[in-house]
Structure formats: structure tokens, C-alpha cells
């Protein structure tokens, strides 16, 4: 009898043990966690630095997915940097008519207002690579909390396509050589849980060294919009 006590009380104590460490090994896990992995915005592209008579029209529609590596820079991992690789699509409508010359090159010419379109939009796709400083007061027991991520991103131009369509006539333009290959600009997200304000902010010219007329294309993008977080 004193045998089956002595057994029972080890198997007892074992399994409080064991229990413990489980425990332990799960809080520990736990307090590693990583935020905001993977991320997907939906902004406005409004353009800036515009030569005289510009303007967009219609929806000019922005989106991007992608994945950041979250490293954590404290113990309450409330501070973090992060990188990543993602995918950006850009649609701008304007007034800027494209066409190309005998010569190959292209020609840019603000639409008059007596000229009727369907269609004139310049799209393009992006490899983009975001880095972001963050601040978040998020503990591993909750996923609702405020952040602010200020950040730095680079693309690359994958693919264009130019496109003016009327009554009258069609052009298409793909992957026009005037278009900067690299752009790069500053970031800035901020919101709570789920919804997060996003703007972008393009430091670099979106054309090479074009003209309209006598004024210079020096246009840039300011993306402005919402950027939502995942695991």
C-alpha cells in the first residue's frame, strides 16, 4: 500500500511539474510574438508638381499587398523595425495625352477641352520593398492597440501601359521609356486595429526629363488612403 501512495504522489507531482513548464513554454512563445506581417492598401494616387492646365479625372486607384518582416527592438516589443517585398498597381486618369513621334519618341500635350475621350489613363505595376520604424503598445494577450509606422519605400516600374481611347481613334503605349525605373518616397501609417490612415509621398519625379510645352514634367504622387495589417 505504501508503495501505490508513494507512486501516485510521483505521478501527481510529475504532472504538476510537466503542467508548469507547458506553461512556461507557452508564455514564452507567446512573448515572442511578431506583428502586422502582412499588409494590403487601397489609396488615391493624387499627383503633385503638375504642369499648367493639368488635372485627373475619374478615380485614379492605387493597390498593394505584400509581406514585412517584423523584428522587434525591445523586450515589450512595442518598438520594431520592419522589411519587406510587395506588389503595387497604379492607375492614374488625367488629361495628359501621349502619342509618339515618327522618330520613336513621345509627345505630351494637355487635352484640350473640346477633345472627347472614353479612355486616357497610364497604368502601372511595381515591385515596391517598404522599411518602416514602428511603434505599437500591443502585448501578446491582445491584437487591438494603436500604432504609428513611419517608413521609407523603394519600387521598381515592372510594367507600363499607356492608354487614350475616342470615338476616333486608339493609342497604346507600353513601358514607355520616359518613366523613372526606380521611385522611392516616404511613409507614414497610423490607426487603430484594424483601420489605419496611409499616405505616401513620392520624392522622386514619376517621368524622366520630359516637357509639356515650355513646363517641365516634374510630376510626383502623393498616395493617400488605408493600409490594413494581418498576423
Known sequence: MRMYYALLSFLIVSTLLAQEKVATDTISVDSLYREDQFYTSITYNNLQHTPTLFSQNK????I???FLRDMPLNK????????????????????LLQSVNSNGTIAYQIAPNTTEYSQN?????????????RWRNSTYKSHRFWRI????????LLNSKYAFTSNTSEIIIKNSADLNKISYGATLTAGWNT??????????????DTQ????????????????????
Do not use: C
Open 59 to 62: 478615380f485614379s486607384p492605387g
Open 64 to 66: 498593394s499587398v505584400g
Open 121 to 133: 489613363k497610364l497604368t502601372l505595376h511595381q515591385l515596391e520593398v517598404p522599411f518602416e520604424l
Open 195 to 208: 483601420w489605419n490612415v496611409y499616405v505616401y509621398y513620392g520624392l522622386n519625379k514619376l517621368f524622366k
Open 76 to 95: 515589450n516589443r512595442t518598438w520594431a523595425l520592419a522589411a519587406g517585398l510587395g506588389y503595387a498597381y497604379s492607375g492614374y486618369n488625367t488629361n
Open 212 to 231: 509639356v510645352g515650355t513646363d517641365a514634367m516634374d510630376l510626383k504622387t502623393l498616395n493617400l488612403g488605408l493600409q490594413f495589417y494581418i498576423l
Open 149 to 156: 509606422y513611419s517608413g521609407f519605400k523603394i519600387s521598381y
